[in-house]
């Protein structure tokens, strides 16, 4: 890639954004093994250690030292699902560290158990695009599929929560959001064919239990992971992934879609398949505003359009505009606080250019000065933010700018910003 040179604004920002997870929150243990920090927490989320490694899938298959660092990455995540496929985010070492005391307890390498089906469909997201980049399978051994069926097991299992699991989540003297209800079991759902999900990718529990974004997801990467699966001698895997991708799809068409008056038919956020709807997004990955980012539809899709105008607009209770910012935000922060991994999500699927520019322009404008992404930040004073160490809204970051290099749409963009009187210079 052709450098900018670094003054003050876009270089800076990008250089820093787009090393930060390998700089900065990447490990390699004494006994060789990869592991990922999400920034200030010292755990690896299963979901933000995909989401902060995946913009550098491109140079792996030139880079033979960063692919198998990401191999070692892809494994420690299958190993981590053999553990415990319940929990989102895992410690380094059986430390027996936990975010919380928590019931039932977790276990020693579990540093929490909030079930969260987005967790397990990022697993097969990075395998399946380091297998798709790099044209190598050698990788998926026995302990990946292993963890694949494990993967498979649980998502089947939750089709019929009510019925058939076990997992419960407890936390004591905490917000509401941090609990589920019933004595951990969460509000009612009914069988859809959807697969139910404790909490949402925010950590937040969800109101109703079959969260539609994260559905969306899993119906996609077990539809991508059949063939996989198939070719490599798994073929009884391959075609329970092809079933069960049919079922939830069926669930989504049934159940997880409202007719509203100003945008159309769109897309539910929560549903708990007995006439009980929650329509907003959140700003964490997989939303309703990301659904093409993560290959699940066109960002042309018709569906897609209208449910992206109810997310970008007044009617999303989680969508904020003030003076330095208008984005998606979340209830896991401050009202009013802006999320700059949804303002990057915006704009990866935006149609337009011109979209793109604006939000980079907003984005190298609301950072406080930091040249460095914020979990969140408040819609008239970015000064005021969220956690200045988070690794994967400096991935995000990076992955626009490059999309927006490779499509060739920097040049136009660096002018914009230079319009806007953001000092960088062109591209030389």
């Not at 297998?131 to 998502?155: N, Q």
């Not at 989540?169 to 959001?177: A, G, H, I, L, T």
């Not at 759902?189 to 109101?207: H, I, K, L, N, Q």
């Not at 159940?255 to 709807?277: N, P, R, S």
Request: include cysteine; proline fraction near 5%.
């Amino acid at each position: 890639m052709e450098m900018l040179e670094p003054v003050n604004g876009l270089p800076e920002m990008f250089a820093r954004c787009f090393l930060s997870t390998l700089e900065s929150t990447a490990r390699v243990t004494d006994d060789g093994d990869a592991y990922v920090i999400t920034g200030d927490i010292e755990a690896m989320w299963l979901r933000d250690s995909t989401e902060q490694v995946l913009h550098y899938l491109r140079f792996a298959p030139e880079d033979e030292e960063l692919a198998a660092w990401i191999e070692k990455m892809i494994s420690r995540q299958a190993r981590n699902v053999l553990i415990d496929p319940y929990a989102n985010a895992f410690n380094c070492g059986p430390n027996g560290r936990h975010g919380y005391e928590d019931q039932p307890k977790a276990g020693p390498w579990i540093w929490e158990r909030k079930y969260e089906l987005d967790s397990l469909c990022h697993v097969f997201l990075l395998a399946l695009r380091y297998g798709e980049v790099t044209e190598r399978t050698a990788f998926m051994d026995d302990v990946f599929f292993s963890a694949a069926e494990k993967m498979m097991e649980i998502i089947e299992t939750e089709q019929r929560h009510e019925q058939k699991s076990a997992y419960r989540f407890q936390r004591f003297d905490c917000p509401p959001s941090d609990t589920l209800k019933r004595e951990g079991r969460g509000t009612p759902v009914a069988y859809t064919g959807m697969s139910w999900s404790g909490f949402r990718p925010s950590d937040d529990a969800c109101e109703y239990g079959y969260f539609i974004p994260a559905n969306l997801f899993a119906a996609v990467m077990l539809e991508r992971f059949a063939p996989v699966a198939e070719k490599l001698g798994h073929a009884e895997l391959g075609a329970r992934a092809r079933r069960l991708a049919a079922e939830i799809r069926r669930g989504i068409e049934k159940f997880g879609l409202v007719k509203t008056e100003e945008f159309g038919e769109i897309y539910a956020y929560e549903t708990d398949g007995m006439g009980h709807y929650r329509l907003m997004d959140d700003a964490n990955i997989p939303s309703l505003l990301s659904l093409p980012y993560l290959g699940i539809c066109r960002a042309d899709d018709p569906l897609y359009l209208r449910t992206r105008a109810f997310v970008l607009s007044r009617q999303n209770p989680y969508y904020f505009e003030g003076s330095a910012a208008k984005g998606v935000g979340s209830p896991h922060t401050p009202e009013n606080f802006v999320w700059p991994i949804a303002l990057c999500v915006q704009g990866l699927t935006a149609a337009v250019p011109k979209e793109r520019a604006e939000l980079l322009h907003t984005l190298l404008t609301t950072h406080a000065d930091t040249a460095r992404m914020h979990e969140s930040f408040n819609k008239d004073d970015p000064s005021a933010f969220t956690r200045s160490w988070f690794a994967w809204a400096n991935s995000m970051f990076g992955e626009l700018v490059m999309q927006m290099y490779e499509q060739g749409e920097l040049e136009d963009a660096v002018q914009h910003l230079l319009d806007k009187g953001i000092k960088v210079i062109k591209c030389v």
